[in-house]
C-alpha cells in the first residue's frame, strides 16, 4: 500500500507540475478497456494471499488497455479514499456492492462499468491470466 500512495504522490506532483500541459496529455492517452478492481485490506488472508499473483498478473499485462487499482477498506481513513477513487471511476455501484467481499479481484468492462469477471482466490494464475485475457479480447 505504501508504493501505491507513493505512486500517487508521485503523480499527483507531476501534474502540478505538468500545468496546463496536462490537458493535452490526457487527451492522447488512451482509455481502459478493462479496469481491475481489487477490494483489498491489510488484515484479510485471502488479500495478502493474492499480492504474489496480483503482480505477476501486472507484469504479465504491462502495456495492455487494462488499469488496475485497489481499494483499500482497511480502516476508515484509507475506506474514505476507497470511496473517493470509485466515485471518481464512475464505479459507486460496484464499489457500493463488493465492499464487503474481500480477496477478489473484478474486471469491469472501462466503458460501461459492468462486471465481466471475477477473479478469486481459488483460480490458479493460469486461470487468472485468462480470465484477464477474455476479458480483454472481449471489449
Partial sequence: MHILRTLIVAAFG???????ATV???QELPRPKV???QVFASWCEPCLDMEAAVGHLADRFDGEPILGIVLDVTDL???YH???LAGALELDELYQEKKGTLGEIYLVDGKSKALIETITGAD???AMSAKVRN???SR
Fill in 14 to 20: 507531476a501534474l502540478l507540475l505538468a500545468g496546463s
Fill in 24 to 26: 493535452s496529455l490526457a
Fill in 35 to 37: 479496469i481491475a478492481v
Fill in 77 to 79: 481513513s484509507t475506506r
Fill in 82 to 84: 476507497a470511496q473517493l
Fill in 124 to 126: 490458479d494464475f493460469e
Fill in 135 to 137: 476479458a480483454l479480447a
